[in-house]
């Protein structure tokens, strides 16, 4: 019974559309600027230790890491919004904001590390 309330809601309904759309798309943005041709593989850190910056260079691999994060980060939202629903709805919301939160600074952020490159 709470999860047919949950899918009427027209709040969450909204969020859950922003967070797949900012999954969706991020993801697709980021496969797309991906290219394998790069020889010296792709920054996938950066650290100031001391005043000194650091880039550490990793594979593609390490890279896709940030399409597999996006998706993680909408399966549990939307999860654990789902099951915090009937106990509040404000807190499901708010799970829900923050997932869009996230999203948003995993694009930011990989799009910082490809342009790096």
Same mark, same amino acid.
């Given at each position: *019974?709470?999860?047919?309330?949950?899918?009427?809601?027209?709040?969450?309904?909204?969020?859950?559309?922003?967070?797949?759309?900012? $999954?969706? $798309?991020? @993801? !697709?943005?980021?496969?797309?600027? +991906?290219?394998?041709?790069?020889?010296?593989?792709?920054?996938?850190?950066?650290?100031? !230790?001391?005043?000194?910056?650091?880039?550490?260079?990793?594979?593609?691999?390490?890279?896709?890491?940030?399409?597999?994060? $996006?998706?993680?980060?909408?399966? #549990?939202?939307? !999860? +654990?919004? *789902?099951?915090?629903?009937? #106990?509040?709805?404000? /807190? @499901? #919301?708010?799970? /829900? @904001?923050?997932?869009?939160? /996230?999203?948003?600074?995993?694009?930011? !952020?990989?799009?910082?590390?490809?342009? /790096?490159?």
């Amino acid at each position: *019974m709470a999860s047919k309330k949950y899918f009427h809601d027209h709040l969450v309904l909204l969020l859950l559309s922003v967070n797949v759309f900012l $999954a969706v $798309a991020g @993801a !697709i943005s980021f496969l797309f600027r +991906l290219t394998t041709s790069h020889g010296n593989g792709y920054i996938v850190q950066y650290r100031l !230790i001391d005043g000194i910056n650091t880039f550490k260079n990793g594979t593609v691999v390490d890279i896709l890491s940030f399409v597999a994060f $996006a998706g993680l980060v909408l399966a #549990i939202h939307t !999860i +654990l919004s *789902m099951k915090a629903y009937h #106990i509040h709805r404000q /807190l @499901a #919301i708010t799970i /829900l @904001a923050l997932g869009v939160l /996230l999203l948003t600074l995993t694009i930011i !952020i990989s799009n910082a590390l490809l342009v /790096l490159r």
